[in-house]
């Protein structure tokens, strides 16, 4: 059973930064693409950024040059740094495989809120 735990988001001011982590249990994750995901009130959810198990990245144009993906696999977790951040920023933020999402992985997220 995979399960992924979102951590680290909180209220930041614009133009700050926040990093956020997945914490995963099972031990397939070091096998897996994974992503970062963001779904914003009254919007569809959407992919933020992706990672495959041997580091190559994509990232959304509205990441590209702010925001990066990385992995620690020895510990199983997925990392999000998040810089230079915008009010369009704030929504939930979730992990789970990627570029293709897997529906039983989506765990509670992690709130990101960017404003003054």
């Known amino acids: 059973q995979v399960q992924f735990v979102e951590s680290g988001g909180g209220l930041v001011q614009p133009g700050g930064s926040l990093r956020l982590s997945c914490a995963a249990s099972?031990?397939?994750?070091?096998?897996?693409?994974m992503g970062w995901y963001r779904q914003a009130p009254g919007k569809q959810r959407e992919l933020v950024a992706t990672i495959t198990r041997g580091g190559s990245t994509n990232y959304a144009d509205f990441a590209k040059g702010r925001f990066t993906i990385s992995r620690d696999n020895d510990k199983n977790t997925l990392y999000l740094q998040m810089n230079s951040l915008k009010p369009e920023d704030t929504a939930i933020y979730y992990c789970n495989t990627g570029p293709t999402f897997m529906v039983s992985y989506w765990g509670q997220g992690t709130q990101v809120t960017v404003s003054s």
């Open positions: 099972g031990s397939i994750f070091t096998i897996l693409g």
